[in-house]
């Protein structure tokens, strides 16, 4: 199946071939496990407060499947493999320089639960010591998935 694509004006329009739907489908399963990883993580420091993992419900484990499959469903949508990958890279790199923030929101919520000062002094510190470690480790695969997401996404824009 062809499809039309504008090209570098409005007016010229160069065809593209579609890819297939199973190789879309396998590079959307394989592209999907960062982000959808990344995200997991995210809501379950943001919005369920994991503290332990063992003790999570069991729809906290499955939401990873829901947010993989939603990711997949947006990859077999796509026109060429090269935007899946694109989109998978540009998603995870949001999604790595968003993650410190949630950490942050998580600790705030430890702190604030604790009764002890000691207790609170202790989880302020964590909280700071961790925030930083995974701000700074978080940066720089934000700032090498942003940079695969530019290269990726440049031949298309030629």
């Not at 959307?28 to 993992?53: H, R």
């Not at 484990?61 to 829901?66: A, K, L, N, V, Y």
């Amino acid at each position: 199946m062809e499809k039309f694509v504008r090209g570098k004006n409005k007016m010229e329009k160069k065809k593209v071939k579609e890819e297939g739907k199973g190789k879309k489908i396998l590079h959307g399963i394989l592209a999907g496990i960062i982000p959808s990883m990344l995200l997991y993580i995210m809501l379950g420091y943001v919005f369920i407060g994991v503290q332990d993992v063992t003790k999570t419900s069991a729809s906290y484990g499955f939401s990873f499947f829901i947010i993989w499959a939603l990711f997949i469903y947006w990859s077999y949508r796509a026109d060429v493999v090269r935007r899946i990958w694109g989109r998978s890279l540009l998603l995870s790199a949001i999604f790595s320089f968003l993650l410190p923030i949630s950490m942050l929101v998580f600790g705030a919520r430890v702190t604030a639960s604790q009764t002890n000062d000691f207790a609170v002094a202790g989880s302020a510190i964590g909280t700071g010591i961790a925030v930083v470690f995974v701000g700074f480790l978080m940066l720089l695969l934000g700032l090498a998935f942003s940079l695969g997401a530019y290269f990726t996404y440049k031949p298309l824009r030629k």
